[in-house]
Each structure stands twice: as C-alpha cells, then as structure tokens.
C-alpha cells in the first residue's frame, strides 16, 4: 500500500479556559436549581455532587429477563453490555435509588464523570502539548467542535475538487443548524452514473464524540489517498462515499462545548450566587444523548436550545433519534410519549424517547432523503461505546411481530454475519446481532435493511467511555496492539469493498439515449410497530454520451417481504401442567407457584387467565444450583389484556411461576405450564419489483417493471422506447 502522504498540522488551537456567554447561558439555567443547594460556594461545593454527579455503574443482569426489567425503569443505559451486565449512566441520586429500589446490584465504574471530564481534558492537553500532528489522516490531536466539523469538510473540498464536494442536507434541525455532507469519489461533480453508495454516520447521540471523529478521519484518508493508494483509487472509481459526520448537530455542540474541560472560576464575581452557580454549570450538558426537541411538533426560536433542557447533562427532554427511524417504530426497546406501567417507556423524559410519530424529526428526515434517493448498498452508524459491530434484526427472533409471526432473524443473516465477521477481525470488536445487546426498534439499520435490503451495521466504538482521551480515538482508527495497523480504518475498508461487489447487489445494464434520465422507483408501506406508513425509494441517474448504462442496485424485494426462517412451536405441549389460584390481596399480593420440568424443552410457556378484566402480573424464575432464584421471564401486560412468558431453550430443572396482583379483585385465576418442542419453518415470501422509467425532458418515455436479486444482471434496450 502507498504511504500516505504526512498531514499538514492543523493551527494550534486556543485552549478554552472560560466558556464565555455559553456559560452565562448556562448560569441562568441553573442558577434556580443551585440555590436551593446553598448560597455560598462552599455549600455547593459540597451538595453538587450528590444531585449533578453522573456516574457510570455496571448493572448485574444474569439473565435477557433481567435486561428487560433494567429498560423499565427508564435510566440512560449505555450500549456497552456483556452476557451478564449492562452499564447505565446514572445522572441523580433519584437514578440511584431507582435502581436499588428496583433490587439490582451494581458496581460503579467511573465514580463522578464530571471529574472525569476535567481529568480527560488534562490528558488532551498533554497529548496535544506532545506531538506536532497525531498520526490520524487530519494530523489532529483533539476532539473537533462543530465548527471544526465544518471548516474540516469545507478543506477537503477545496483541496480535492475533482473527487470531494460538500453539500447540506435538506433539512435545518430545530435550533437552526444546517446538517452538512461531503461526497467521495471519481468525477464527484458529474451527474449519477450508476455507482452504488456507501454512508458513513456519526453523532446520532449527542455524547457519542469518537463516532464523528473516525467518520471524517475515514473522510480525509479517502481524500487523500484518492489517486496515490492504488486500492482507495480502485474503489473510489466504482463507488461513491457519502459521510455525514454529524447529524446531530444541535446535541453534539452542547455536549461538545460544556464537556470541554472550562475552568469558570473567572466568572466568580460575575455569578450572582457567588460561585455556587459556577460550579453547578460546569457539568452542562456533557452526556447529553438527543436532539433539542422540546415539545412535539414544535419548533424552538434557533439558539435557544442551551437555554431550554435544564435536566442534568441534558438527560430529560429531547429524541432518542436511533428510535426514531421508520424500522418497526414504536415496538420493543422505545419509549413511548406517557409513562406506561410495565413497558420500556417513562415517557418524553425517556433517554430512548421514539419521538411523536416515524421520522418526526428533521435529522431522522435527512438521513431518511439521503438513503431514498441513492442505491445505498452499504451503510454504517457510528456510535460509542463497548467495541460491537452489530446487524438487524434489533428485537429478539423468538419476538412476535406486528404481523403475528415471530420476527425472526434477518433474510440476510448469514451474508450480514459473515462480513460483520471479516470487519471485526480488523477492530477487534464482538459481531452480533442488535437485540443481543437488548431490544431496540426504530433504528438506523433496521429501516433501511428493510426498506432497501442493503447492508447495514452499527458500530460501538470504544471500550470505557463515550468520550475518552484522545490517543484512544487515534487507536480506535489505526489499530493498536494486535490489531495495529488494521482496527476501524480497516473494516470500513471492507464495507466499502462490499459497497462495490456486485454479486452482493443487482445490476441493470442497457442501452438508451445519452443524457437520458433513468429513474428506479418503488412505493411501499413500511411497517411501524402498530401500524405502517407511505414510504418510498426513489433514486436516478443519467445516460452517459457512449449511450449506455450500468446501475448497481439494492434487491428490488425487500428483506421484509422474502421468506425469512421462523421457529414454531408444536401444536401441544408434550409436557405441562395447569395450576388453579385463590383470592390474592391487590397491589402486594404475590403467589408463588413451583414447576419442576424433568426434561429440557425448545419453549416453556406459561399463561396467566383470570375471569374478570383486571390486572395481574406474572413472574418466572428458574432455581440455580444454590436455590437462588434467577429471572428468567415477566409480563406486565396493560388492565385487561392476560399475561403470558416464554422462555426459550429452557434446561430441565425448578422453575416459580410467580402470581402478582396488580389491582384486581378476582376471586381465582389459573396458570397454564406447557413445554414445548419447536420446528423450524419460513414464512412465505413474495416478490416485489422496480419500475424503472426512462426520461427525456422530464417526460417519461419508456416504463419497464423489474425484479432484480442479489448477483443478478438484466439488461435492457431503452435506446427506440425513449426516442
């Protein structure tokens, strides 16, 4: 491989030691809170921690039961988890103590992340005392603010203008900030030829900052490599690259801002609480996870986001844009806009807060555009942290989906696990599926898999933190250790390798008119998780002067319509047992139902039936070896609506079925036990088809319908039909 060139140092920039208006701004936002600590700064000193001292814990959750049960409560869970933990940020003493309320154990792993945020910056400022340039692309050796984002973009345009230029996206975000994109690839400025596209994200999560930085280091090494590294040239001549570093400005340039380290001592004798509020602001909005929505459907004044979200570190309002997407929006995994008792939604204060509908926000719809009108073949969000490469589906395949079938696993789940394979022997990270980590629906990936059938994988990027010192994004890129050399630069190498390969995709080759418009377009229902809505693709490109075309496209069927492998349980269990329950006391009357299953089954299932439309909840734990108990399945249905758990792959042994009465006052109900053997079946499937027209003037003059599939070419002669 060619050398790349070394990087033209950046300016030094002026370490920020005062924030200025942004900390008066965020003075008199907090300033009311802080006086209710106390008035004089030794007071504040001494009670902020206790009500603005994030923390970051690792949760005990032996089992997927107790995953589910953490996501109720409505805390900031972290995308870092294990087969037996999740880490949570906790942002108050009231998170505390919903979590001990809720009897989890945990350990703390970052004690105050305020502190930690100043110790991060020190580290910065060492690092960026001792070198010239980082070895990244850009010679950076610190975090970008949004600024530099832009100004970084802007560079790369003027400097490489035959195969780098800079666009917006469509829609300005509600506080006034345009979302920016730059292009990559040969003869960036002609018209669409029949290229496929890959897209490359950062900062849905506005804390997230190492997932902005590896996309426009990836940006600058295409750039730069374009012409004098033989492979980059190489693809860059069969593709194009879209990279959106940010797109959540709004978010990102709060959290940026107020969690750079800013000494505000200098704004003492300017805080009117006498440094009680200086102390107070410097937490700001560091963790802040989603944009600046405030009410739905309403916009705010531009600039006046600081002002509005009051919460600590921005935890409370806004949307949680990965639930947001049109991929089964609403289901598992995403808060709802009212609290609903026993569901994963607290409401509009949720961190995974879905928003008031689909694409309801203006980032979502930008993404949303990009992805319509392009045949994006490949596609990566980035996000932080815990070293995952993760691919849909995001909700388990055992899960019922909305059209009564269990969702199963992806069409593609074998092709997805297999690249997902080959770039994570080059980052190191664990390939698995989404729900693996726990249920999430309304994400990137799970919309446009299923609407366009092209890859798509979300990449956890980091070990420890969300932002962590700045030599460990340098390694997140290059590699380090056993993977140094290789690590994220490497696997995006691969997708984009992927992004080109034409037995991955379809291919429409022909004749027609040159300078003719092509036009591929498919309208379709996507479903959400209760309902669906109008979607579409819609993508063009225009016929070269030779007359001919070749178009790399996504399958014309989408995963969502193809038959897809379900498992189905037996028509009756082989084994089981039905158990009749007495009068239980509302609200804290539990009962305690033993069942001992002498055999392993595919499926245990087990019902709760009662005769009057009032509300029970229902509990399952297996018996260790110890005879602990351990969760292993809840149902905590809406009034009315009967309870039911199943719990797959179930070992023989002695499980509790435990009856809660959660207000009702029926005088029985009755517990079915079943055990089940399971057969392995597909759901039928169906083709769907393009319809490709052919444009003269905006007319169309030639209409075809095509069914394409992966690794498939047809050709076609439009040149008489779109005289």
């Not at 158990?579 to 305690?592: A, F, M, S």
């Amino acid at each position: 491989m060619t050398r790349r060139p070394r990087p033209v140092p950046h300016p030094r920039r002026a370490r920020r030691r005062v924030a200025g208006l942004a900390a008066l701004a965020a003075l008199a936002v907090t300033a009311p809170l802080a006086a209710t600590v106390g008035a004089t700064g030794a007071a504040a000193t001494t009670a902020a921690p206790s009500v603005f001292a994030p923390q970051l814990v690792t949760v005990d959750t032996p089992g997927r039961a107790d995953r589910t049960r953490l996501q109720k409560l409505g805390l900031d869970l972290t995308e870092h988890a294990g087969r037996d933990y999740v880490e949570v940020l906790l942002h108050t003493a009231a998170d505390r103590a919903a979590l001990r309320a809720a009897g989890f154990t945990y350990d703390v792993r970052i004690e105050n992340l305020v502190e930690r945020g100043v110790e991060i910056a020190e580290l910065n400022e060492a690092y960026a005392a001792s070198v010239d340039v980082s070895p990244l692309p850009s010679g950076r050796d610190t975090y970008r603010t949004l600024a530099d984002y832009v100004a970084d973009m802007t560079t790369l345009a003027a400097d490489f203008p035959g195969h780098v230029r800079m666009f917006d996206l469509a829609n300005p975000t509600l506080d006034g900030n345009t979302v920016h994109a730059i292009e990559i690839g040969a003869d960036v400025d002609k018209k669409a030829s029949g290229k496929p596209t890959f897209l490359l994200m950062g900062l849905h999560h506005a804390r997230e900052w190492p997932s902005g930085e590896l996309a426009m280091e990836f940006a600058t090494d295409l750039a730069q490599g374009f012409g004098k590294d033989k492979k980059i040239t190489r693809m860059l001549k069969r593709a194009r690259v879209l990279v959106v570093p940010v797109v959540n400005p709004d978010g990102f340039d709060l959290s940026r801002t107020d969690g750079e380290y800013v000494d505000l001592r200098a704004l003492n004798d300017a805080d009117p609480l006498g440094g009680t509020g200086t102390v107070l602001a410097t937490p700001g909005q560091a963790y802040k996870r989603k944009n600046c929505r405030v009410v739905d459907g309403q916009d705010i004044p531009d600039g006046t986001c600081r002002l509005t979200l009051t919460s600590p570190g921005g935890f409370g309002l806004g949307v949680d844009l990965n639930r947001n997407y049109g991929g089964f929006w609403g289901g598992p995994g995403a808060a709802g806009p009212v609290p609903a008792a026993g569901e994963v939604e607290a409401g509009v204060l949720d961190p995974t807060y879905r928003g008031a509908s689909a694409f309801s926000e203006p980032e979502t719809q930008n993404i949303q555009t990009l992805v319509r009108e392009r045949q994006v073949t490949m596609m990566i969000s980035n996000h932080t942290f815990s070293n995952l490469i993760l691919r849909p589906n995001g909700v388990a395949p055992t899960t019922i989906g909305p059209d009564g079938n269990p969702v199963g696993n992806a069409p593609d789940e074998k092709g997805l696990k297999a690249l997902g394979a080959r770039m994570s022997a080059q980052n190191g990270y664990l390939n698995q599926n989404s729900w693996q980590l726990y249920d999430t629906t309304g994400t990137t990936e799970d919309w446009s898999y299923n609407a366009t059938g092209g890859y798509g994988y979300t990449f956890e990027i980091g070990a420890h933190e969300f932002h962590p010192p700045f030599p460990e994004v340098v390694d997140e890129y290059l590699g380090a250790g056993e993977h140094e050399g290789r690590g994220n630069r490497a696997a995006y190498l691969l997708a984009l390798q992927h992004a080109i390969d034409t037995s991955k995709h379809g291919v429409l080759k022909g004749k027609a008119p040159k300078g003719a418009t092509l036009r591929l377009r498919k309208d379709f229902e996507s479903p959400t998780w209760e309902s669906s809505f109008e979607d579409h693709l819609d993508s063009t490109i225009t016929v070269g002067r030779k007359g001919r075309f070749s178009w790399v496209v996504n399958p014309s069927t989408r995963p969502l319509l193809q038959s897809r492998p379900i498992e189905e349980l037996a028509a009756e269990p082989f084994a089981g047992e039905t158990i009749e329950g007495g009068t239980t006391e509302p609200l804290v009357g539990t009962v305690d139902h033993e069942y001992v299953a002498r055999r392993a089954s595919d499926v245990l299932r087990i019902d709760l039936d009662w005769p009057t439309p009032d509300d029970f909840d229902l509990e399952v734990y297996r018996k260790d070896a110890s005879g602990e108990l351990v969760e292993v399945g809840t149902s905590g249905n809406a009034p009315g609506e009967k309870e039911q758990v199943q719990v797959p792959d179930a070992a023989a042994g002695t499980y509790v079925v435990r009856v809660v009465n959660y207000a009702s006052v029926s005088p029985s109900y009755t517990v079915e036990v079943g055990q089940y053997a399971t057969r392995s079946t597909f759901t039928d499937g169906r083709r769907e088809k393009y319809t490709l027209t052919c444009e003269v003037g905006g007319k169309a003059l030639a209409t075809r319908k095509v069914f394409i599939d992966r690794g498939q070419v047809k050709r076609f002669d439009l040149k008489r039909a779109c005289r």
